[in-house]
């Protein structure tokens, strides 16, 4: 199974400090929606693992939550796109939960899911504890430069980050990236 595991917000979705609490607020950035399209075209299966501490510290409730992920299916499905399972982790983080990246329960709960080993599986997120989480379980990390991961562009990642983390200007560029390389020619030595 080809599978690539993405957070939300700052990396398909505009990021917000005051956090995204409606429908209205979750933005696609630019060219997000055509890459989960094209790695789905290339037989790709596509997952979110996403913090949601919104709904923990009471900015939004489950309601709303669920109308922003309809508005991101039917504007993927209008680009030929589709996100297979959304896991997502509702507490605030004063509950100490193992579900809230950077600690890897999501990613865990995407293993059990799925059935399978997630060492090798690319990663991609906006912040040091997206990559991190992954990281844990044995993701391959990406790092993308929109949303929290702009703080990086033109700087060299600091030491915190996992060994190999691959940096990408976008969600875009991961995924050409991505699928250049699963379609390398292989040479016989």
């Known amino acids: 199974m080809k599978l690539v595991i993405l957070d939300r917000d700052g990396t398909i979705n ?6 995204v609490k409606t429908a209205d607020e ?13 790695l789905n075209h ?30 991101m299916h039917k504007l993927l499905a209008a680009h030929g796109g589709r996100i297979d399972a959304v896991f997502y982790c509702p507490h605030s983080p004063e509950e100490a939960c193992t579900c809230r990246k950077p600690l ?40 993308v430069l929109t949303g929290k991961g702009a703080q990086y562009r033109g700087v060299p990642l600091p030491g915190t980050f996992p060994p190999g983390t691959v940096v990408h200007d976008s969600l875009a560029a ?16």
Do not use: T
């Open 42 to 71: 290339a037989g790709w299966h596509v997952v979110v693992v996403s913090n949601q501490s919104g709904l923990g510290r009471g900015l939004f409730d489950v309601a709303s939550l669920n109308a922003m992920h309809a508005k």
């Open 14 to 19: 505009a990021d917000s400090d005051d956090f």
């Open 26 to 38: 979750w933005l696609p950035l630019p060219g997000s929606l055509e890459a989960i399209a094209k």
């Open 174 to 189: 991961f995924a050409d990236a991505l699928l250049a390389r699963a379609v390398l020619p292989k040479i016989a030595i």
């Open 104 to 143: 890897p329960g999501l990613f865990e709960q995407v293993g059990e899911r799925y059935g399978i080993d997630l060492k090798g599986v690319p990663c991609v997120g906006d912040s040091l504890r997206d990559v991190q989480a992954g990281a844990l379980v044995g993701c391959e990390p990406h790092l």
